[in-house]
Protein backbone atom coordinates (compact mmCIF):
# COMPACT_ATOMS: atom_id res chain seq x y z
CA UNK A 1 0.00 0.00 0.00
CA UNK A 2 1.66 3.25 -1.02
CA UNK A 3 1.61 6.19 1.21
CA UNK A 4 3.92 9.02 2.16
CA UNK A 5 6.15 8.93 4.83
CA UNK A 6 6.88 11.81 7.37
CA UNK A 7 9.18 12.26 10.19
CA UNK A 8 9.10 13.08 13.23
CA UNK A 9 5.52 12.30 13.58
CA UNK A 10 5.69 14.42 16.88
CA UNK A 11 7.99 17.41 18.01
CA UNK A 12 8.10 19.40 21.27
CA UNK A 13 10.84 22.03 20.82
CA UNK A 14 12.17 25.80 22.17
CA UNK A 15 11.70 29.18 20.73
CA UNK A 16 14.77 29.52 18.68
CA UNK A 17 15.96 26.05 18.07
CA UNK A 18 15.95 24.89 14.29
CA UNK A 19 13.64 22.09 13.01
CA UNK A 20 13.78 19.90 10.36
CA UNK A 21 10.70 17.54 8.38
CA UNK A 22 11.27 15.34 6.19
CA UNK A 23 8.96 13.42 3.49
CA UNK A 24 9.47 10.64 1.40
CA UNK A 25 7.04 10.89 -1.81
CA UNK A 26 5.03 8.09 -2.84
CA UNK A 27 7.21 6.38 -5.90
CA UNK A 28 6.50 7.79 -8.94
CA UNK A 29 4.79 10.73 -7.50
CA UNK A 30 6.75 13.81 -9.04
CA UNK A 31 4.85 16.47 -7.21
CA UNK A 32 5.61 17.13 -3.71
CA UNK A 33 3.52 19.40 -1.44
CA UNK A 34 3.49 21.33 2.09
CA UNK A 35 0.59 22.16 3.90
CA UNK A 36 0.57 23.41 7.41
CA UNK A 37 -2.94 23.27 9.43
CA UNK A 38 -4.01 24.97 12.34
CA UNK A 39 -7.44 25.69 13.99
CA UNK A 40 -7.31 29.62 12.48
CA UNK A 41 -5.91 29.38 9.28
CA UNK A 42 -7.20 26.01 8.02
CA UNK A 43 -4.73 24.12 5.41
CA UNK A 44 -2.48 26.52 3.84
CA UNK A 45 0.09 25.58 1.29
CA UNK A 46 3.58 26.53 1.74
CA UNK A 47 5.24 25.11 -1.12
CA UNK A 48 5.49 22.66 -3.86
CA UNK A 49 7.92 21.12 -6.15
CA UNK A 50 7.67 19.41 -9.40
CA UNK A 51 10.74 17.01 -10.80
CA UNK A 52 12.18 18.29 -7.50
CA UNK A 53 12.04 21.57 -8.88
CA UNK A 54 10.50 24.69 -6.38
CA UNK A 55 7.53 26.41 -8.35
CA UNK A 56 5.65 27.99 -5.65
CA UNK A 57 7.02 28.76 -2.05
CA UNK A 58 4.47 31.93 -1.84
CA UNK A 59 3.23 30.80 1.64
CA UNK A 60 5.99 30.31 3.01
CA UNK A 61 7.54 33.00 5.52
CA UNK A 62 10.88 33.50 3.37
CA UNK A 63 12.69 34.76 6.70
CA UNK A 64 12.41 31.40 8.66
CA UNK A 65 11.33 28.66 6.45
CA UNK A 66 13.30 26.88 3.60
CA UNK A 67 12.09 23.70 1.62
CA UNK A 68 13.99 21.65 -0.53
CA UNK A 69 13.72 18.18 -2.27
CA UNK A 70 17.54 17.07 -2.44
CA UNK A 71 16.32 13.84 -4.61
CA UNK A 72 13.52 12.88 -5.83
CA UNK A 73 12.76 10.21 -2.55
CA UNK A 74 13.24 13.16 -0.03
CA UNK A 75 11.61 16.59 0.66
CA UNK A 76 12.65 18.73 3.64
CA UNK A 77 10.83 21.59 5.45
CA UNK A 78 13.38 23.39 7.87
CA UNK A 79 12.35 26.20 10.25
CA UNK A 80 15.19 28.19 11.27
CA UNK A 81 14.26 29.61 14.25
CA UNK A 82 11.26 28.53 15.05
CA UNK A 83 8.72 30.51 17.29
CA UNK A 84 5.28 29.63 19.27
CA UNK A 85 3.29 30.97 16.30
CA UNK A 86 4.97 27.89 14.09
CA UNK A 87 3.22 25.26 16.04
CA UNK A 88 1.09 23.51 14.03
CA UNK A 89 0.51 20.47 11.93
CA UNK A 90 2.34 19.95 8.88
CA UNK A 91 1.62 17.82 5.60
CA UNK A 92 3.43 16.51 3.25
CA UNK A 93 1.68 15.77 0.22
CA UNK A 94 2.56 13.84 -3.17
CA UNK A 95 0.60 13.46 -6.78
CA UNK A 96 1.66 12.44 -9.84
CA UNK A 97 1.33 15.51 -12.11
CA UNK A 98 -1.82 17.28 -12.21
CA UNK A 99 -5.37 17.58 -13.31
CA UNK A 100 -7.50 14.59 -11.83
CA UNK A 101 -4.45 12.57 -10.45
CA UNK A 102 -5.18 12.13 -7.18
CA UNK A 103 -2.80 13.82 -4.03
CA UNK A 104 -2.52 11.52 -1.01
CA UNK A 105 -1.32 12.66 2.59
CA UNK A 106 1.46 12.04 4.75
CA UNK A 107 0.76 11.30 8.65
CA UNK A 108 1.30 14.63 9.36
CA UNK A 109 3.98 16.05 11.55
CA UNK A 110 2.54 17.98 14.74
CA UNK A 111 5.00 20.51 15.75
CA UNK A 112 4.72 22.49 19.42
CA UNK A 113 7.27 25.18 19.88
CA UNK A 114 7.19 26.49 23.43
CA UNK B 1 -10.47 36.69 -1.39
CA UNK B 2 -9.65 33.22 -0.89
CA UNK B 3 -9.04 30.98 -4.02
CA UNK B 4 -11.64 28.21 -2.50
CA UNK B 5 -13.71 29.02 0.01
CA UNK B 6 -16.00 27.16 2.02
CA UNK B 7 -19.82 27.96 3.56
CA UNK B 8 -18.51 27.97 7.24
CA UNK B 9 -20.88 25.60 9.14
CA UNK B 10 -20.39 23.74 11.32
CA UNK B 11 -23.82 21.65 9.94
CA UNK B 12 -25.23 19.32 12.34
CA UNK B 13 -27.76 16.84 10.29
CA UNK B 14 -29.36 14.24 11.28
CA UNK B 15 -28.68 10.45 10.51
CA UNK B 16 -29.94 9.37 7.63
CA UNK B 17 -30.32 12.98 6.38
CA UNK B 18 -28.88 14.46 3.15
CA UNK B 19 -26.24 16.67 4.10
CA UNK B 20 -24.71 19.62 1.43
CA UNK B 21 -21.12 20.72 1.46
CA UNK B 22 -20.75 23.80 -0.68
CA UNK B 23 -18.04 25.78 -2.18
CA UNK B 24 -16.86 28.56 -4.60
CA UNK B 25 -13.60 29.05 -6.50
CA UNK B 26 -12.08 32.09 -7.42
CA UNK B 27 -9.78 31.02 -10.04
CA UNK B 28 -11.62 30.48 -13.74
CA UNK B 29 -7.95 28.31 -14.63
CA UNK B 30 -9.08 25.82 -12.09
CA UNK B 31 -9.88 22.34 -13.89
CA UNK B 32 -10.20 19.49 -11.13
CA UNK B 33 -11.67 19.64 -7.94
CA UNK B 34 -11.41 17.26 -4.92
CA UNK B 35 -13.56 16.83 -2.04
CA UNK B 36 -11.43 15.19 0.81
CA UNK B 37 -12.52 14.15 4.18
CA UNK B 38 -10.88 14.67 7.37
CA UNK B 39 -11.16 13.38 10.99
CA UNK B 40 -10.11 14.73 13.88
CA UNK B 41 -6.21 14.36 14.52
CA UNK B 42 -5.82 12.50 10.90
CA UNK B 43 -4.92 13.23 7.54
CA UNK B 44 -6.98 14.23 4.83
CA UNK B 45 -8.46 11.34 2.50
CA UNK B 46 -9.91 11.29 -0.90
CA UNK B 47 -13.51 10.80 -1.20
CA UNK B 48 -14.21 12.24 -5.26
CA UNK B 49 -13.09 14.12 -7.84
CA UNK B 50 -14.57 16.03 -10.26
CA UNK B 51 -13.58 18.27 -13.28
CA UNK B 52 -16.26 17.74 -15.62
CA UNK B 53 -19.71 20.40 -15.20
CA UNK B 54 -22.79 18.00 -14.03
CA UNK B 55 -23.00 15.18 -11.77
CA UNK B 56 -21.07 12.12 -10.68
CA UNK B 57 -22.30 10.11 -8.09
CA UNK B 58 -20.09 7.61 -6.21
CA UNK B 59 -22.08 5.23 -3.21
CA UNK B 60 -23.92 8.21 -0.92
CA UNK B 61 -21.96 10.67 -2.35
CA UNK B 62 -22.64 13.14 -5.14
CA UNK B 63 -20.16 15.91 -6.63
CA UNK B 64 -21.65 18.71 -8.39
CA UNK B 65 -19.60 20.87 -9.84
CA UNK B 66 -20.78 24.36 -12.43
CA UNK B 67 -18.09 25.97 -13.95
CA UNK B 68 -19.99 28.92 -15.17
CA UNK B 69 -20.65 29.66 -11.48
CA UNK B 70 -17.56 28.76 -9.97
CA UNK B 71 -19.03 26.23 -7.66
CA UNK B 72 -18.61 23.11 -6.48
CA UNK B 73 -20.87 21.05 -4.01
CA UNK B 74 -20.81 17.71 -2.35
CA UNK B 75 -24.50 15.60 -1.33
CA UNK B 76 -23.76 13.18 1.46
CA UNK B 77 -26.92 10.82 1.41
CA UNK B 78 -28.10 9.35 4.16
CA UNK B 79 -25.78 10.44 6.54
CA UNK B 80 -24.31 8.34 9.33
CA UNK B 81 -22.68 8.81 12.50
CA UNK B 82 -19.59 8.09 11.10
CA UNK B 83 -19.56 10.83 8.22
CA UNK B 84 -18.70 12.81 10.76
CA UNK B 85 -15.42 15.27 10.40
CA UNK B 86 -14.08 18.32 8.27
CA UNK B 87 -14.36 18.06 4.73
CA UNK B 88 -12.03 20.32 3.07
CA UNK B 89 -12.42 21.21 -1.01
CA UNK B 90 -9.49 21.46 -3.28
CA UNK B 91 -9.17 22.87 -6.69
CA UNK B 92 -6.21 22.86 -8.97
CA UNK B 93 -5.28 25.51 -11.50
CA UNK B 94 -4.40 23.71 -14.42
CA UNK B 95 -3.73 26.16 -16.69
CA UNK B 96 -0.63 25.70 -17.39
CA UNK B 97 2.79 28.15 -16.25
CA UNK B 98 4.32 27.93 -12.81
CA UNK B 99 1.13 27.16 -11.00
CA UNK B 100 0.41 24.11 -13.20
CA UNK B 101 -0.92 21.42 -10.90
CA UNK B 102 -1.00 23.55 -7.65
CA UNK B 103 -3.63 22.39 -5.54
CA UNK B 104 -5.47 24.92 -2.89
CA UNK B 105 -8.22 23.78 -0.03
CA UNK B 106 -10.84 25.91 1.29
CA UNK B 107 -11.23 26.35 4.98
CA UNK B 108 -13.31 23.23 5.36
CA UNK B 109 -16.60 22.52 7.29
CA UNK B 110 -17.23 20.70 10.22
CA UNK B 111 -20.17 18.18 9.64
CA UNK B 112 -21.71 16.51 12.33
CA UNK B 113 -24.63 13.74 11.96
CA UNK B 114 -26.17 13.02 15.26
CA UNK B 115 -28.29 10.03 16.05
Known amino acids: DARVTQTPRHKVTEMGQEVTMRCQPILGHNTVFWYRQTMMQGLELLAY????????DSGMPKDRFSAEMPDATLATLKIQPSEPRDSAVYFCASRRGAGANVLTFGAGSRLTVL | QKEVEQNSGPLSVPEGAIASLNCTYS??????FFWYRQYSGKSPELIMFIYSNGDKEDGRFTAQLNKASQYVSLLIRDSQPSDSATYLC???????????????FGQGTILTVHP
Open chain 2, 27 to 32: DRGSQS
Open chain 1, 49 to 56: FRNRAPLD
Open chain 2, 90 to 104: AGDTNAGGTSYGKLT
